[in-house]
């Protein structure tokens, strides 16, 4: 179940999937043709959690041809045909190409985000509408990979949905089992994707809480205030057993942050939700980490920012060029309610950084609407635009959908705003065209169309 992929650096791919029962070497045969699988790999890595129903298995491939097609298969595995996967392209490549990135997305269907809600909630899809996870299938087809820089499947919400009639009830103590039926329904239903494309994972505030330990139902003036997570539900346990991310590659720690290469682009999954460094454990805004009561995940100091300081200053930028961050929490936004939303405390430790390294573009999710922001540094407006600035561009979308609907925009938006919608469900489309070019669009998942585009111009001294 679950297969899913992740790049293991220039010439890796770590192959992951789940089962009921630990593996004692989990494998994987491989090859250039789907009837000719006559190279294997194996792991001792078959690892659960307390109240997990299932295994998660790991194996890394390596040595493989960068940019080249691969057929693949699971040792014990029941489908009748090989899974395919295409490993990145060569470091420097300059041949266009495009990735798909979402945030905030959750379960889709009848336990999730479908044409039908429940008592209290708001924005269902309309009659017709595709969810983002069809959209990514359809309109992203052509895309390398998909990026979610946080809040994954959402499985946290069950009480919510329980409360607003949603879902049938049940008991406190058995709700970690919905937890966990959640939580493998939006795995299996990115099986489409996953098991053909990268998927590149980072870590948002609903891997780490019960976000129901705070739930209120006002029609029924019933408040929720006590934790109600079970173990494995807190502290990124789930997050950090399902997914394997290429931290070993590149330096960094677990799936929390890491780095990797492909083309002329170099990308780096960023942590808003832990060790932020300068004394600063979680974000400032609230329902930041000091309610979250995770990590730290590593025990030197200013951990992150060390190595996020390493990984920028070592990046060639004639091979490649396009330096892309992702984290979970924004911090120029216009969003429901600013105080609550503004991570002042991530933009304090992070965005120096990327203002000394000249990141191109920031991308990150958590408010549940879209907004392209211009270049921007220190609150002050790049007076070039996206035409050559020397500020890093900033984009929020956490649009993609989950049972809880979009948030609000207030207006007027910030000056700095360029667009702004908080009425549809969709992703954000990356195409690379060269070196100096750059396209991003935000794609409508309820018909593909592109609600907004705009290309970054930026001029190469190399």
Known sequence: MQMRLAYAGDQGMMVSWNTFSKLDTPSVRYGRHPNKLDKSAHSDISVTYPTSTTYNNHVKITGLKPDTLYYYQPFGSNATTPYTFKTSRPIGDETPYSVAVVVDMGLMGKDGLSTSVGKGAANPLGPG???????????????????HPGDIAYADYWLKEEIQGYLPNTTIADGYEVYESLLNQYYDELVPITSKKPYMVGPGNHEANCDNGGTTDKAHNISYTVSICAPGQTNFTGFRNHFRMPSAESGG?????????????????????TDLGHGLTGPDEVGGSEDEDSGPFSQIKDAQLKWLEGDLASVDRRKTPWVVVGGHRPWYISGQNESSTVCLDCQSVFEPYFIKYDVDLVLSGHVHLYERNVPIANYVADPNGLNNPKAPWYITNGAAGHYDGLDSLVYPLQPYSAVAFDDAYGWSRLTFHNKTHLTHEFVASRNGSVLDSATLYKERKH
Do not use: C, P
């Not at 983002?132 to 309109?139: C, D, I, K, V």
């Not at 720690?253 to 939700?273: A, K």
């Open 129 to 147: 509408d595709k969810n983002t996870q069809q959209s990514l299938q359809a309109q992203g087809a052509d895309t390398d990979f998909l990026w």
């Open 253 to 273: 720690v677990e799936n929390f942050w890491y780095s990797f290469d492909n083309g002329m682009v170099h990308y780096i999954q960023f942590d808003t939700e």
